[in-house]
């Protein structure tokens, strides 16, 4: 019985006791739990990995593609691992009454982990944490700081064009990359649908400049943007290679970490589809144009949604002509002086863009009825949409 005892042996030191104040805990469990599929063949995968170490207790979830892990502030008796399903602990932490001290704990025989909470009881099955994957390692070729509010409107402007067409995959993430402008290194970021195009660039941050251009996925872009919206003022630490990035939010050691493999592809040679030679300048009350462009799509059908709009000298007619239900015809004051022009575009991916514009003013660059348009705040060099119309 050697072995046996052996196994006895090592199993027993697996088992782990830990206190954790509720608050911090249902922080933690907040960033971690989102990235667990609610659907996966893969048991493990729905678990998220308990670990009691020194620092205080690691929180990790992965779903393959995306790792997030927190360490949070606890009283460690015993250092241990354990792995327990992920939705299910998140919503009991959530239940438990506010102030509350969670205990966690396993004992190396069994497969379970109990969850203690002033009266309240938990099993919880558990895996063993030797089957966890670990997609985080690997080395990280560049490193850099950005401002928690610039990587927001990196995300924020560019986000609403990434593709959702899953066999143009290369289109399913924001395209992040350096480039030379005048004389300066710049941070900039793509995402394109075949439709609609949005660019948005800022001063490269030092240690950014000759990163590979890289893909990142629509996933791991809205797991960044909520975790923006809960650590805002801080910088935060990413490094990337040309498979993965990391993104380390909070203080070194602490904090979350969400480190996600990167769209393997090439993203096309955007700047060939951005039109240089628009001539034909329309500026535009942003609000009022907003609400017209709603006012007479009222009367389309979903499908399609196109709304044209007759632009002469001073003013522009907005229309929308529905076979079923009728037409809405809408007239506003412009300032443009070219040539008249119809042109129309679908109705939802106007708001889209004219929504992402800072200031009041929206400036068109227009050429014809059937090539791109060019979109941006009127004094707003560093951000700029492209769109292209729909035959009406």
């Known amino acids: 019985g050697a072995s046996r005892r052996g196994n006895e042996a090592g199993s027993k030191s697996h088992s782990m006791k830990v206190t954790v104040e509720r608050a911090a805990l249902l922080k933690a469990l907040g960033h971690v739990h989102r990235v667990v599929e609610r659907r996966t063949t893969i048991p493990i995968l729905s678990n998220v990995l308990l670990r009691a170490e020194e620092e205080g207790l690691r929180l990790k979830a992965t779903d393959l593609d995306i790792e997030v892990t927190e360490t949070v502030r606890a009283d460690v008796v015993q250092a241990g691992a354990v792995t327990v399903p992920a939705h299910v602990l998140y919503d009991i932490v959530r239940k438990l009454p506010e102030g509350a001290q969670v205990s966690l704990e396993t004992s190396g025989e069994t497969s379970q982990a109990q969850l203690r909470s002033g009266r309240s009881r938990f099993s919880l099955q558990a895996l063993p944490e030797a089957d966890f994957p670990d997609i985080a390692a690997g080395e990280m070729s560049v490193g850099f700081a950005i401002g928690a509010s610039d990587l927001k409107r990196l995300i924020d402007k560019t986000q609403f064009a990434i593709s959702t067409e899953e066999t143009r995959y290369y289109l399913n993430g924001i395209y992040l990359h350096t480039i030379e402008a005048e004389g300066e290194m710049r941070l900039r970021a793509v995402a394109t649908d075949g439709h609609r195009l ?10 950014a ?8 996925p629509r996933k791991a872009v809205s797991e ?8 805002p003022g801080e910088a935060v630490r990413i490094s990337l290679s040309q498979a993965k990035i990391r993104f380390a939010f909070g203080a070194e050691g602490s904090g979350v970490v969400l480190t996600s493999k990167l769209i393997d592809g090439t993203f096309p040679d955007y ?6 030679g628009n001539d034909k300048r329309l500026t535009i009350e942003k609000k009022d144009f907003q609400e017209a462009v709603d006012r007479v799509s009222t009367i389309s059908s979903e499908r399609g949604r196109a709304v044209k709009l007759a632009i002469a000298e001073g003013r522009m007619t907005l229309s929308v002509n529905n076979p079923d239900s009728g037409n809405a015809v809408e007239e506003l004051d412009v ?9 129309g575009f679908n ?3 106007l708001l889209d863009i004219t929504n992402q514009l800072d200031s009041d003013t929206a400036l068109f660059k227009l050429a014809d009825p059937g090539s791109p348009t060019v979109i941006q705040d009127r004094d707003e060099a560093a951000t700029l949409y492209v769109l292209m119309p729909m035959r009406v």
């Not at 949005?198 to 030092?206: D, G, S, V």
């Not at 400049?209 to 990142?216: S, Y």
């Not at 700047?271 to 240089?276: A, D």
């Not at 300032?335 to 042109?343: E, H, K, Q, V």
């Open 198 to 207: 949005a660019r948005i660039e800022l001063p490269a941050p030092e240690g």
């Open 209 to 216: 400049a000759g990163m590979p251009g890289i893909i990142v």
């Open 224 to 231: 960044i943007q909520k975790l923006v919206a809960d650590e």
């Open 271 to 276: 700047q060939r589809v951005i039109p240089t």
């Open 335 to 343: 300032d443009y002086d070219a040539s008249p022009l119809d042109i």
């Open 347 to 349: 109705a939802r991916y």
